[in-house]
């Protein structure tokens, strides 16, 4: 009898150790199956996010009027002569190395906060608990990684043509000359504006996906007609493109807020409430929407990708084995 026990012990400890090690393989899959799809389409789109952010904080820049780039036709041409072809991808570096964290916070933890936020009784996850968990899981993804977030934005805005030194020569100096000259609290200089629109983008867009996806029929001659991956692109752009347009006016403030202080811009803000007023007075309310055409041209496929891709990949792990998804 007794010399059973050892043997039991052994038994279930090898149990528990090989059902660790798949769950862990199939959630590394997992990951870097988005990640890897993620980084393919802000890379895609990175000409973009570059020109969004560059008419989003020129009003704050130091550079003469009649350099400025004032539209989007004008920008992409006067990238490409001050500063090459590779100037339309500068930050794209820290983008896509914040991919992961972001991507595993995103959709890892959001998937268990909808089972944290649902009924006890049973019944499927309401608007309500929808939101909680979207909005839960925006605000640890901005806490997350929001430094990379900062040097992405300020190696974004560095305007340098080609043949002058640039501000930093990659996202480590830019983190560690900000750190030097602006402290702790420099890495984090927008923080508060980016969880104010981080929260609500992912509860707005989370929700408006889950709702749009529970209005599709789900049997297996509707998930295999041609229309079917279609609707889901357009529910996941339909998603980010309200969300982003809603929060868009505080992206703005996020990113003025991000190189304020910085070198080569002029203004620097006293706080959140000072910068929102300064750029009211200055330039209009229409300045909070700088680039905001750019962004809906951006988001529409980034965000398209970015939920159908998960959705692929969760039924292809479910598919695979039952235990690996999420009961939602």
Not at 110 to 116: A, G, I, L, P
Not at 161 to 187: A, D, K
Not at 236 to 248: E, H, I, K, M, N
Request: aromatic share 10%; with cysteine.
């Amino acid at each position: 009898m007794h010399s059973s026990q050892p043997f039991a012990a052994s038994s279930v400890q090898e149990t528990w150790s090989a059902g660790a090690f798949d769950s862990l393989k199939l959630f590394s899959l997992h990951l870097t199956a988005i990640g890897g799809s993620g980084a393919a389409a802000r890379t895609v789109v990175a000409p973009l996010e570059r020109i969004k952010i560059l008419l989003q904080v020129e009003g704050h820049s130091n550079l003469a009027s009649r350099q400025r780039y004032g539209s989007f036709q004008n920008a992409v041409w006067q990238i490409y002569q001050r500063e090459g072809f590779r100037g339309y991808y500068r930050g794209n570096g820290a983008s896509v190395l914040r991919l992961l964290p972001d991507t595993a916070v995103k959709f890892a933890l959001h998937d268990s906060f909808k089972v944290m936020f649902a009924p006890p009784d049973g019944r499927p996850l309401g608007l309500t608990g929808k939101l909680a968990a979207g909005s839960a899981t925006g605000l640890i993804k901005c806490l997350s990684s929001y430094p990379l977030e900062l040097a992405h934005t300020r190696l974004a805005a560095d305007v340098s043509q080609m043949g002058q030194p640039r501000l930093y020569t990659g996202i480590l100096h830019c983190l560690l000359e900000t750190w030097q000259h602006e402290g702790t609290r420099g890495l984090y200089k927008g923080v508060l504006a980016s969880a104010a629109g981080v929260v609500p983008y992912l509860a707005i867009s989370f929700t408006m996906y889950d709702e749009l996806q529970s209005r599709l029929p789900d049997n297996k001659d509707a998930r295999s007609a041609w229309w079917y991956g279609l609707t889901k692109l357009g529910s996941g752009a339909a998603a980010g493109l309200v969300a982003s347009t809603v929060v868009y006016p505080v992206d703005t403030v996020r990113r003025r807020m991000q190189v304020s202080g910085s070198p080569r811009h002029s203004v620097s803000y006293k706080g959140y409430w000072d910068c929102i007023r300064s750029m009211s007075r200055r330039e209009g309310l229409t300045a909070f929407y700088r680039g905001a055409g750019v962004n809906a041209l951006r988001i529409i496929p980034a965000a398209a990708v970015q939920f159908t891709t998960y959705d692929v990949l969760k039924y292809a792990l479910l598919a695979l084995d039952p235990s690996a998804a999420s009961p939602l």
